[in-house]
C-alpha cells in the first residue's frame, strides 16, 4: 500500500505529530521515552488486539527528524513494514508518502492476509487518510 498526498503544513509539524504518537506508545507499552535522536534500533514488545492477547516487537527501522519515520512490526503471523517520507515543497508545504508492506509467515496466513488485503485494503488506505486528515485539522486550529 502507498499514499502520497500533499498537506498546506509544514513538514516539522508532521513529523512532531507522528513522533508524539510514536512516543505516546513506547511510554504506555514500557515506561521509557527515548530521545528522538536514538530512536533508530529501538525496539519495544506490544499486545495487539481488543482483548490484549497477541504480542509483537515494534522495532524502528529508520528515524530521521524532520523527514523519515520507519518502523517494522512483527508478530508470529506477520511482519508489516511501515515508512513515512515527508519531502519538503516550500515553508509551508509537505508531500507525504506513507508505505506500509506486509509479510505473511506461512502458506496458510499468506493466503487469508492476500483476502483480507482484498476486502479490508481501502479500510486501511481510510484510515490512512484520516490520520493525514486530522494533522492538517490541527496545524488550521480545528
Known amino acids: 500500500m502507498e499514499i502520497i498526498r500533499t498537506l498546506k503544513v509544514p513538514r516539522q509539524f508532521i513529523f512532531d505529530k507522528i513522533i508524539e504518537s510514536g512516543l505516546y506508545d513506547i511510554e504506555k507499552n514500557t515506561g521509557k521515552r527515548p530521545k528522538i535522536s536514538s530512536l533508530t534500533g529501538f525496539e519495544y514488545k506490544k499486545k495487539f488486539g481488543a482483548k490484549q492477547n497477541q504480542a509483537g516487537r515494534i522495532i524502528?527501522?529508520?528515524v530521521l527528524e524532520p523527514?523519515?519515520?520507519a518502523f517494522t512490526t512483527k508478530t508470529?503471523?506477520?511482519t508489516f513494514v511501515t515508512r513515512w517520507e515527508l519531502h519538503?515543497?516550500?515553508d509551508t508545504t509537505t508531500e507525504v508518502v506513507i508505505s506500509e508492506t506486509l509479510e505473511s509467515h506461512?502458506?496458510?496466513?499468506?493466503?487469508?492476509?492476500?483476502?483480507?488485503q482484498i476486502g479490508l485494503g481501502?479500510?486501511?488506505?481510510?484510515?490512512?487518510k484520516a490520520i493525514l486528515n486530522n494533522i492538517l485539522a490541527a496545524y488550521n486550529g480545528k
Open 67 to 69: 523527514s523519515v519515520y
Open 60 to 62: 524502528f527501522d529508520d
Open 106 to 116: 506461512g502458506f496458510f496466513q499468506n493466503l487469508n492476509d492476500m483476502m483480507m
Open 76 to 78: 508470529i503471523r506477520n
Open 122 to 128: 481501502w479500510l486501511k488506505k481510510r484510515q490512512m
Open 88 to 90: 519538503k515543497i516550500d
